[in-house]
């Protein structure tokens, strides 16, 4: 089983909104991502978690706020956002780390902020 | 620092053959080949790993040239599903993927 979920698969939410986006897998992988991708642009990596540590913040803003509580288990806490943050949010794992392993991408959760 | 893909759009007939290339300007540990169609998340197709060991789909190849930090995948005999985004993804030790900007290949009846 290659599945990673992710919930909801679409949000729409007001700029003064607090909301999460929810990423799960249960193939035993110890790192987990965050991606946003924009219309007809590439993913573009925003968070990593490696054995439930944050390895990588790629200076994302601050209303952004990920969460890992376990190894199955990838939140992502959205407050005070922008219109321009409006794309697919993508959550990807992998089995470990070291820079060979497969990512498994979910289907995303379209998030339009209005 | 995002690869660099080309070319940038193809369109083929069915049945005929497809090259895209990516390249790095640093060292790569893999290059992961990635299709999303539209609406739809990013697709496994295959991973090159430093030292010539291959992982991924059986219909579809590639090449990688550590020296020169380049990755070629070859389509070959394509089919309608083949139609999609292409993405490359180079990672470095620290599971840092960066993805080039992507090669839309549009395949014809």
């Known amino acids: 089983d290659t599945e990673v979920t992710q919930t909801p698969k679409h949000l729409v939410m007001g700029m003064t909104n607090k909301k999460s986006l929810k990423c799960e897998q249960h193939?035993?992988?110890?790192?987990m991502y965050w991606y946003k991708q924009k219309a007809k642009k590439p993913p573009e990596l925003m968070f990593v978690?490696?054995?439930?540590?944050?390895?990588i913040n790629e200076s994302v803003p601050s209303r952004f706020s990920p969460e890992c509580p376990n190894s199955s288990l990838l939140n992502l806490h959205l407050h005070a956002l922008q219109p321009e943050d409006s794309a697919l949010y993508l959550c990807a794992s992998s089995q470990g780390g070291g820079g060979t392993d497969t990512q498994y991408f979910g289907p995303g959760t379209r998030l339009t902020v209005l | 620092q995002q690869p660099v893909q080309s070319p940038q759009a193809v369109i083929l007939r069915e049945g005929e053959d497809a090259v895209i290339n990516c390249s790095s300007s640093k060292a790569l540990y893999s290059v992961h080949w990635y299709r999303q169609k539209h609406g739809e998340a990013p697709v496994f197709l295959m991973i090159l790993l430093k030292g010539g060991e291959q992982k991924g789909h059986e219909k579809i190849s590639a090449s990688f040239n550590e020296k020169k930090q380049q990755s070629s995948l070859y389509l070959t005999a394509s089919q309608l599903s083949y139609s999609g985004t292409y993405f490359c993804?180079?990672?470095?030790?620290?599971?840092?993927?960066?993805f080039g900007a992507g090669t839309r290949l549009t395949v014809k009846p």
């Open positions: 993804g180079t990672e470095g030790w620290n599971n840092d993927m960066r």
């Open positions: 193939m035993g992988h110890r790192a």
């Open positions: 978690y490696s054995y439930e540590k944050l390895s």
